[in-house]
């Protein structure tokens, strides 16, 4: 894009193209695993804004910017379901743990060394 755009009116766009996107999503791969899908949207509608930000820096001036924005959210949904049940525990487990214990890679990023137990 050529100008950055502002955080207002990215949080409306990605707000806006998720609305307009979740319901083909819903239709295509809820009923697939209707346990499983609560957990796969939330963690999209947790990381949707962040997504659709870096992908309007890749695609906004392209005309199928939308085309790709589906293709993604479908590609993620579908291996998302195809994803075995003990690494969707191992997500999970990872979400819930203090972002110091998450891992090697994410403690080099935290502000502050991890509290002992």
């Given at each position: 894009m050529s100008e950055r755009p502002t955080p207002w009116w990215?949080?409306?766009q990605a707000q806006l193209s998720l609305d307009r996107?979740?319901?083909?999503?819903?239709e295509r791969y809820a009923s697939q695993d209707p346990a499983g899908w609560p957990v796969f949207e939330?963690?999209?509608r947790t990381n949707f804004r962040r997504l659709?930000?870096?992908l309007l820096h890749l695609y906004g001036e392209r005309y199928d910017f939308v085309y790709?924005?589906?293709n993604i959210l479908s590609t993620a949904a579908r291996l998302w379901l195809a994803r075995p049940a003990?690494?969707?525990?191992?997500?999970?487990a990872r979400?819930?743990?203090?972002?110091?214990?998450?891992?090697r890679?994410?403690?080099r990023r935290a502000a502050r060394p991890c509290p002992r137990s």
């Open positions: 990215l949080d409306m996107l979740l319901p083909t999503l819903r939330g963690r999209l659709f930000e870096l790709h924005l589906e003990d690494l969707k525990a191992l997500d999970g979400e819930t743990a203090p972002f110091c214990q998450r891992g890679a994410c403690f």
